[in-house]
């Protein structure tokens, strides 16, 4: 007889307890199976710092629609939080690539990036998510452009924006999506939030 497969594991949870745990926020959230951007954002900008994390959730949002058709179903949804979890870095940094290529014409223009990058600065500043970056946003997108693009024509194509994040673990870190940013929470309720008081 066979060996029993092996789940990848990670922080201690099971690869598909942890996919387990995303369909049935995404379900609990979205009966329909459907999310559009408003719900998206209202769950997202609750779950995070309020309307600081709007227009990264709007770019998030666009990304996990791959068919452009204004909804993100749970297939769209589910793929995306799988690569993000369990995929390669490559993969992961091609999907990241698509959240800062704005208009989707294969490129990132230094524009697209500091316009995705002041909105990370916003929520991060904002929740304090992070240790505080030295750099401004637009000091970092400059230095990202400067590392990235490697042939001087104002824009990173796919290929240099994973060849330099994989060759520099300061712009990986900086350009890699977290699958904790996509997922979607439920706003606190009204009456739990004002307790007895209210």
Known sequence: MGQAASLP??????????????FRKFINECPSGLITL??????????TVGSESAAYAEQ??????????????FRE?????????E???????RWSFKLYDKDRDGAITKEEMLEI???????SVAGALTTPNP??????TDRIF????????????????IEGALSDDWIREMLECDPRTVKVERPPRRDTALGAHG
Not at 60 to 72: A, E, K, P
Not at 77 to 85: E, G, R, T
Request: proline letters at 0%; a negative charge; hydrophobic letters at 40%.
């Open 9 to 22: 594991c990670t922080g201690g949870k099971c690869y598909v307890t942890q996919l387990y745990e995303w």
């Open 38 to 47: 408003h719900e998206f954002q209202r769950h997202f900008c609750n779950g």
């Open 60 to 73: 998030i949002f666009r990304t996990l629609d791959n068919n452009g058709d204004g909804v993100v179903d």
């Open 77 to 85: 949804y589910v793929m995306a939080i799988s690569m993000l979890i």
């Open 87 to 93: 995929g390669s870095a490559v993969e992961k940094l």
């Open 117 to 123: 990058m002041q909105a990370v600065y916003k929520m």
């Open 135 to 140: 750099l401004t946003a637009e000091e970092c």
């Open 146 to 161: 400067v590392r990235l693009d490697k042939d001087n024509n104002a824009i990173i194509s796919v290929e240099e924006f």
